[in-house]
């Protein structure tokens, strides 16, 4: 027994020393055993009391493990018990078993595998290693944590020069620190700047809301998150969709372009534009339309009307902090709902309030009615346009069956509406009227002209004048249709725009249309005089003439 202990030794001494002597750069050497036995042609390489570990040497990284088996030819080793490789670069990789290839200088790791950096950790049940690069994959799935964030995958492929780890296959990144959790298929991660890019549909969940996309980038240290290709957020209040979104929860900049769809869940609203910039922290988005396409917004208007409005730019607010609940709208404003259609530059619609308010050249249209003034506010009942409030230059021309233009003309008015028709008419100020006679709505017998200082005016169906109450003051008289004459039927400042009326099907597609020539030039032109179309031999229609029922004030 003595003998062949000493037997053994001489054996590893030989080894050692062979190995010592012929083995050069690039090639696996036996630093330190204990033991070491040829077995059909195999080494066996053991630790003992003595040396507790056995070592391996290949330029600049160590094995160490407790049994070694070594193919003399190849060079070749496989390790066993608690298997340890150390890199020059600082990464460690642990084991129960070790398969290492000599030629190709690739180990591939059994059974509790634990790769540490200076930043990572890696665990798995199976990991091929190259140390020409320091690099490795694992197939079987695999766990990787770094200060704070844990991914799980199915395929994971580190890279210590690049410091990256690119996984494939029920992809989760757990970011514990901000409480969020990334879903996808596939991901690479660098764990010195903590990006995440992800190359498949991704699903971000946190206690804001879950965030969808095709691809983007989530970095675990700021939070900042880029996503491309059908992005979608989704909250307690909103759903928000586009192309291409950037949000930095720590800046409060949010950027969202191609193609943004925002959904408000409380007011039921939807918006639509080329690109949205919103502060959550702020409450308020701002969202823009592009060189083809007016922003858009719609939603329910009364039981079963949608209000669309179409603007170079629409601003929502909604501040709980104060409570501001509002909608701005900016350039080119397009107003439709079922019973009205508007036009001005700007205009702000106020959920507290229930009111929208017309700025810059404000217009509206309802049925054959055009109204006009300096500013005009809607006060809304249900969702429904109860009343407008004309303010400063109002002006309402209203065309009958025959093509005449009755006009209201003052200073303030008040139209109050039967849905689509006007009900009632309070003018204030200046109060100017021309209203056409008609006999059976098939001819024009003449024209009403008042003048005074207030006038109330009720309407019936169709916003037929039923009467007028006026003060004292009032100034007015009847003229005969065969001495009619063009500029008669003209109050100053009469326009009409009947041609600007917006269409619902080209304000929903959001197109920008040229505007056409002013259709109606010759209507607007007073000094063209001329006798009025129309039946002027009366006497030859001896009918009783309609005739307006007027009520004196008290």
């Not at 006999?439 to 019936?460: A, H, R, Y």
Request: net charge neutral; glycine share 6%.
């Amino acid at each position: 027994m003595k003998y062949h202990f000493l037997l053994v030794l001489f054996l590893g001494i030989i080894h050692f020393s062979f190995s010592q002597q012929k083995l050069g750069e690039g090639q696996i050497e036996l630093i330190k055993a204990e033991n070491l036995e040829v077995k059909n042609g195999l080494r066996y390489i053991k630790s003992g009391k003595n040396t507790p570990r056995v070592v391996f040497k290949r330029d600049s990284s160590f094995l160490y493990c407790n049994v070694a088996i070594q193919n003399p030819d190849t060079k070749s080793v496989n390790a066993y018990g608690k298997v340890v490789i150390e890199e020059a670069s600082g990464a460690v990789i642990s084991a129960d078993t070790l398969l290492y290839n000599n030629a190709t200088n690739i180990a591939e790791f059994r059974s509790n595998v634990v790769l540490v950096d200076s930043t990572t950790t890696i665990s798995t049940s199976q990991l091929f290693y190259d140390l020409n690069v320091s690099s490795g994959y694992y197939l079987v799935g695999g766990k990787v944590e770094d200060s704070g964030n844990v991914l799980t995958s199915k395929k994971g492929y580190y890279r210590s020069v690049s410091q990256s780890i690119a996984f494939k296959g029920n992809v989760i990144l757990d970011d514990t620190q901000n409480a969020r959790t990334l879903e996808t298929d596939t991901l690479t991660y660098y764990s010195d700047t903590k990006d995440a890019f992800f190359h498949a549909a991704t699903k971000i969940t946190s206690k804001e809301g879950v965030l969808n996309a095709g691809k983007g980038k989530y970095n675990t240290e700021t939070t900042v998150t880029t996503f491309e290709e059908n992005a979608t957020a989704d909250s307690e209040d909103y759903i928000l969709k586009g192309q291409h979104m950037f949000s930095d929860r720590e800046t409060d900049k949010n950027v969202v372009k191609g193609d943004v769809e925002l959904y408000s869940k409380k007011e039921f609203a939807t918006a639509y534009g080329d690109q949205l910039i919103y502060k959550e922290q702020s409450g308020w988005s701002k969202i823009f339309g592009g060189k083809e396409k007016y922003a858009l917004m719609k939603r329910p208007f009364g039981e079963k009307d949608t209000l669309y409005l179409a603007a170079d730019t629409i601003l929502t607010i909604n501040d709980t902090i104060n409570n501001i609940r509002q909608l701005h709208a900016y350039y080119g404003v397009k107003l439709i709902t079922g019973q009205m259609q508007g036009t001005c530059d700007s205009l702000v619609y106020d959920y507290n309030d229930s009111t929208i308010t017309l700025f810059q050249d404000p217009i509206m249209w309802s049925a054959q009615n055009q109204i006009k003034a300096d500013r005009i506010k809607a006060f809304l009942s249900n969702n429904n346009i109860d009343s407008l409030h004309l303010t400063s230059q109002s002006f309402i021309i209203q065309r009958d069956t025959l093509e005449n233009y009755n006009q209201i003309k003052g200073r303030n008015m008040i139209a109050y509406f039967n849905q689509s028709d006007i009900a009632k008419l309070d003018v204030n100020g200046n109060c100017q009227t021309l209203y056409f006679m008609l006999e059976s709505d098939t001819i024009t017998v003449g024209m009403n002209k008042v003048d005074c200082g207030k006038m109330l005016m009720n309407f019936g169906d169709s916003s037929r004048l039923e009467n007028i109450s006026f003060n004292k003051a009032a100034e007015g008289k009847f003229i005969p249709m065969h001495e009619l004459l063009e500029p008669d039927t003209r109050l100053k400042n009469f326009r009409l725009r009947f041609n600007e009326r917006p269409e619902k099907a080209i304000v929903v597609s959001r197109k920008r249309i040229v505007e056409s020539p002013i259709e109606e030039e010759e209507e607007n032109d007073p000094q063209k005089a001329k006798p009025l179309k129309g039946d002027l031999n009366l006497e030859k229609n001896p009918k009783k003439k309609k005739t307006l029922k007027t009520v004196k004030p008290k």
